[in-house]
């Protein structure tokens, strides 16, 4: 019966391999649309994940290129949390959970994808839930927007502007980043798409998400996304530039709301500008008083009515800093903030092609340039680097250590039971050896870690339950660089966002952040 258990092992890994993707696949869907089910799909795909590790003695955790800063952050994080003056409960248990669903999706994410097909699988299920997050946009702007839910303008300042949309993310300025980083995702496709159908589409995509936030009437996506194209239209195609500023000139003319407003980022005229200012102002203030240790990840709320300079009222709640530096720096300490920009900035290069040696070195030289203008800093850096070091590293070695193989029993050719002892039909014993030989191959394949970009995947391979053929119908070399640019982009525009909003700040954007640095470390290794 020795055949039939390693038969049934080999059925059960198979499933569990798929069942994780599944998982994937679902909170990459639900991402925008449902947090909860998002979460459910993340902790379902762990647990699969996890069996599959217990049971396949062939399967190998693999290293990410940014494992040790992303687990130097999750540490610190948590002290921050312990050694918080608003420690309490529900901080503990928003750590937990929170930070947890987003360290769980780099994990899975990043040991389960593995091929081309299944960057796809990924990037279809991302893209079909980016249409209906648009769709409802629309909706809104055609329809109206409940009147409880029009808290997002400022009447004396823009007595024009009625509503800003903001779909399925509650917030207008979230879902204008939400939407930047799909538009960079898109120019990453479109510089490597090869025939017009393709580049049509993408172009089509790009038309109607910027139409989308457009109705956000987001002053820092909008800038922020002037930048990125830019950038890119000097870096890949200047046709882009001549578009956008035609688009631009064409809203500018036909809407007068939203070039008041794109302008007054210039005159300070709104209201919430000086609020942002007065922000600011305050969480340096935090960062002065608690350098090391931070005030605690997802304590700022708690802590800053200490530092409220500015703001009279006390039944205004803020709840982030408004610029993802200065709330990281804050809520983390300094030491944790670099860890964390050290993945994310370390993303973005490997995903512009740096090599992930060079992208260490371009911040390891920004590092010492700020640790040694400072005696004090410099000792401190000294201590945190070998201790964290040495810590982070038994961390890894819990989880990367190597696994023992199953021992099985030889099995003599004198002991082999026939399919006729056995009992079996002819359909029968027909599918078990063709099921038996595919499951070898399955077996032999996922043991290869590296994968060239000249490997030919059969037709079974390539179909996805979200097939849409016209669009992802192209080489995977180039769809893998056009995905892996995209991210780097999108990684910029977060950057750049960042200086004046805090895009992480909202769940599903901080879900989406996470899958997007680990599929860009999981096409790095592919790419190898």
């Given at each position: 019966m020795n055949r039939v258990n390693v038969f049934v092992r080999r059925r059960r890994i198979k499933n569990l391999e798929q069942w994780t993707l599944y998982a994937i696949l679902t909170e990459a869907f639900f991402l925008a649309l449902s947090e909860t089910v998002a979460a459910a799909a993340v902790m379902f795909g762990v647990m699969t994940w996890f069996l599959r590790s217990q049971i396949d003695s062939k399967y190998k955790i693999r290293s990410l290129p940014f494992d040790?800063?992303?687990?130097?952050?999750?540490?610190?994080?948590?002290?921050?949390?312990?050694?918080?003056?608003?420690?309490?409960?529900?901080?503990?248990?928003?750590?937990?959970?929170?930070?947890?669903?987003?360290?769980?999706?780099?994990?899975?994410?990043?040991?389960?994808?593995?091929?081309?097909a299944q960057v796809k699988q990924v990037a279809q299920a991302l893209g079909a839930s980016a249409i209906l997050v648009v769709l409802w946009g629309f909706f809104q702007f055609i329809f109206g927007i409940d009147p409880a839910d029009v808290k997002w303008t400022d009447p004396d300042a823009f007595p024009e502007l009625k509503k800003r949309i903001f779909s399925t993310l509650e917030n207008p300025n979230v879902l204008a980043g939400y939407l930047n980083i799909f538009i960079c995702l898109s120019l990453g496709f479109l510089s490597k798409a090869e025939k017009r159908s393709q580049k049509l589409i993408l172009i089509g995509a790009i038309i109607l998400l910027g139409t989308c936030l457009i109705?956000?009437?987001?002053?820092?996506a909008f800038l922020t996304l002037a930048i990125v194209l830019a950038i890119y239209g000097l870096w890949q195609d200047w046709r882009v530039l001549i578009l956008f500023a035609a688009v631009t000139a064409l809203i500018g003319y036909s809407d007068s709301a939203f070039m008041n407003r794109i302008l007054s980022t210039f005159t300070m005229s709104d209201s919430?500008?000086?609020?942002?200012?007065?922000?600011?102002?305050?969480?340096?203030?935090?960062?002065?008083?608690?350098?090391?240790?931070?005030?605690?990840?997802?304590?700022?709320?708690?802590?800053?009515?200490?530092?409220?300079?500015?703001?009279?009222?006390?039944?205004?709640?803020?709840?982030?800093?408004?610029?993802?530096?200065?709330?990281?720096?804050?809520?983390?300490?300094?030491?944790?903030?670099l860890a964390f920009f050290w993945y994310f900035f370390g993303t973005m290069f490997v995903s512009f092609g740096v090599s992930q040696r060079g992208a260490e070195k371009w911040f390891a030289e920004r590092l010492e340039k700020i640790f040694a203008s400072n005696n004090f800093l410099q000792e401190m850096a000294t201590i945190f680097n070998e201790k964290l070091a040495v810590f982070s590293n038994l961390f890894l070695n819990l989880f990367a250590g190597e696994k023992k193989p199953l021992k099985l029993k030889k099995i003599r050719r004198s002991n082999v039971i026939h399919n006729e002892e056995m009992n079996f039909s002819e359909h029968t014993r027909k599918k078990f050896a063709e099921t038996e030989i595919?499951?070898?191959?399955?077996?032999?394949?996922?043991?290869?870690?590296?994968?060239?970009?000249?490997?030919?995947?059969?037709?079974?391979?390539?179909?996805?339950?979200?097939?849409?053929?016209d669009a992802m119908n192209i080489d995977d070399k180039k769809f893998l660089d056009?995905?892996?640019?995209?991210?780097?982009?999108?990684?910029?525009?977060?950057?750049?966002?960042?200086?004046?909003?805090?895009?992480?700040?909202?769940?599903?954007?901080?879900?989406?952040?996470?899958?997007?640095?680990?599929?860009?470390?999981?096409?790095?290794l592919i790419k190898e």
């Open positions: 040790v800063p992303v687990s130097i952050f999750l540490l610190i994080g948590a002290a921050s949390v312990l050694l918080s003056s608003a420690r309490s409960l529900m901080l503990i248990y928003n750590y937990c959970t929170l930070v947890g669903i987003y360290a769980l999706t780099y994990l899975i994410v990043g040991q389960t994808i593995r091929t081309p109705m956000t009437y987001s002053r820092g919430s500008e000086g609020v942002r200012i007065g922000i600011w102002v305050s969480t340096s203030a935090m960062i002065s008083d608690h350098p090391f240790a931070g005030i605690g990840w997802g304590a700022y709320q708690f802590v800053y009515p200490q530092y409220n300079y500015y703001i009279s009222d006390p039944n205004i709640i803020i709840y982030h800093a408004h610029n993802i530096y200065l709330n990281f720096a804050a809520e983390t300490g300094i030491v944790g903030a595919s499951d070898e191959k399955t077996s032999e394949e996922t043991s290869n870690e590296e994968i060239s970009d000249e490997k030919i995947f059969t037709e079974s391979e390539r179909k996805s339950p979200l097939a849409l053929k056009g995905f892996r640019l995209g991210i780097g982009l999108a990684f910029l525009s977060m950057a750049l966002n960042g200086f004046t909003d805090d895009l992480l700040f909202n769940i599903p954007t901080s879900m989406l952040m996470w899958m997007l640095g680990a599929l860009s470390a999981a096409i790095n």
